[in-house]
């Protein structure tokens, strides 16, 4: 969109991911996927908790020792006890990480200082894994100081429609970002909901209209009440995965702007493509680019600026696939 941030956005990212050889072998771990075309429009913080909280590289490896809900960082074979160098050097990181104002965050899968879910967690007497529930000592306290914070892992964003899920919140989050830089007033809210209710909408319809009802009533509370209500709002609903059948919806709901515009055989075309969108016979790019071409046709001004029909750069074709 014309008014979309000419500046890249600003993500966190496991160092390894980034290409940094920080790994306990000396290696990289470069997520291909998550560093082409998608680096164009991102500014990579690269951080490596381990080589931050002291150990060197190559170093020893290390895993989680205990139960998923409370265990230690210990090394494999000499089982040192990284647990309070780590607390230690994130509890003073991460002030610094708040300065960065990040839109979000990928860690590495799977890792004992990184990982954000499915870790293994190893008894103390050693062995197999006696759980694989565990959450990166790191990760859970990122988490913890940022709960709003949209977060992935290299491994789930394989994953052609969590990957687009996670861009899209990331994209919504600097937006947010930018609005709150702008001096926010609540005529300002009142259009960055508005030109945010159909992306919303795709992800959920309950948070859509929880939001709505918000900001509507949003003069009863005070604005930093307000804004802290409808950005958690709003994070909640954006984590919301969007579906064939939530994108349905709003594209027969943009369509209903068209219904006094259009001519009988373009209707009818549009109709046919959401059909074939539900049917899965076509990629969400389809009928999007249908109804860009008719906003711009026929000049309308409220679907020119939802975000919904332009949430990020061509080029990521997060939604080319059927």
């Given at each position: 969109?014309?008014?979309?941030?000419?500046?890249?956005?600003?993500?966190?990212?496991?160092?390894?991911?980034?290409?940094?050889?920080?790994?306990?072998?000396?290696?990289?771990?470069?997520?291909?996927?998550?560093?082409?075309?998608?680096?164009?429009?991102?500014?990579?913080?690269?951080?490596?908790?381990?080589?931050?909280?002291?150990?060197?590289?190559?170093?020893?490896?290390?895993?989680?020792?205990?139960?998923?809900?409370?265990?230690?960082?210990?090394?494999?074979?000499?089982?040192?006890?990284?647990?309070?160098?780590?607390?230690?050097?994130?509890?003073?990181?991460?002030?610094?990480?708040?300065?960065?104002?990040?839109?979000?965050?990928?860690?590495?899968?799977?890792?004992?200082?990184?990982?954000?879910?499915?870790?293994?967690?190893?008894?103390?007497?050693?062995?197999?894994?006696?759980?694989?529930?565990?959450?990166?000592?790191?990760?859970?306290?990122?988490?913890?100081?940022?709960?709003?914070?949209?977060?992935?892992?290299?491994?789930?964003?394989?994953?052609?429609?969590?990957?687009?899920?996670?861009?899209?919140?990331?994209?919504?989050?600097?937006?947010?970002?930018?609005?709150?830089?702008?001096?926010?007033?609540?005529?300002?809210?009142?259009?960055?909901?508005?030109?945010?209710?159909?992306?919303?909408?795709?992800?959920?319809?309950?948070?859509?209209?929880?939001?709505?009802?918000?900001?509507?009533?949003?003069?009863?509370?005070?604005?930093?009440?307000?804004?802290?209500?409808?950005?958690?709002?709003?994070?909640?609903?954006?984590?919301?995965?969007?579906?064939?059948?939530?994108?349905?919806?709003?594209?027969?709901?943009?369509?209903?702007?068209?219904?006094?515009?259009?001519?009988?055989?373009?209707?009818?075309?549009?109709?046919?493509?959401?059909?074939?969108?539900?049917?899965?016979?076509?990629?969400?790019?389809?009928?999007?680019?249908?109804?860009?071409?008719?906003?711009?046709?026929?000049d309308v001004p409220y679907l020119r600026g939802q975000y919904y029909l332009n949430p990020h750069p061509?080029?990521?074709?997060?939604?080319?696939?059927?």
């Amino acid at each position: 969109m014309s008014d979309r941030a000419e500046e890249r956005i600003r993500i966190g990212i496991s160092a390894c991911l980034a290409g940094q050889k920080v790994r306990y072998d000396g290696t990289a771990a470069k997520a291909e996927h998550l560093t082409g075309v998608l680096a164009d429009h991102l500014e990579f913080v690269p951080v490596c908790p381990e080589v931050g909280c002291g150990m060197g590289v190559p170093r020893e490896a290390v895993r989680l020792v205990g139960t998923p809900e409370d265990n230690r960082l210990k090394g494999r074979q000499t089982g040192t006890d990284w647990t309070d160098a780590m607390r230690g050097w994130a509890g003073s990181f991460l002030p610094e990480l708040e300065k960065a104002r990040l839109c979000g965050f990928i860690f590495k899968a799977k890792s004992p200082s990184s990982g954000m879910g499915r870790v293994k967690v190893y008894a103390e007497s050693g062995g197999q894994a006696v759980s694989y529930a565990g959450v990166g000592l790191f990760a859970a306290m990122v988490m913890e100081r940022f709960p709003l914070l949209p977060v992935e892992d290299d491994g789930r964003l394989h994953d052609v429609g969590l990957r687009a899920n996670f861009i899209e919140r990331i994209f919504t989050e600097h937006r947010w970002h930018r609005f709150l830089d702008s001096g926010p007033t609540m005529q300002g809210l009142i259009e960055f909901h508005t030109r945010n209710k159909m992306l919303v909408r795709a992800h959920d319809v309950t948070g859509y209209r929880e939001m709505g009802k918000l900001v509507a009533e949003g003069k009863r509370l005070p604005m930093e009440e307000l804004l802290r209500r409808y950005h958690e709002r709003l994070a909640q609903a954006m984590a919301m995965k969007s579906t064939v059948r939530k994108n349905v919806d709003v594209l027969m709901h943009i369509l209903g702007y068209f219904k006094k515009l259009l001519a009988p055989d373009e209707k009818k075309e549009c109709l046919e493509l959401i059909e074939h969108y539900r049917n899965e016979r076509v990629p969400l790019i389809v009928p999007v680019t249908l109804f860009n071409h008719y906003v711009r046709k026929y000049d309308v001004p409220y679907l020119r600026g939802q975000y919904y029909l332009n949430p990020h750069p061509l080029d990521l074709k997060l939604r080319n696939h059927a």
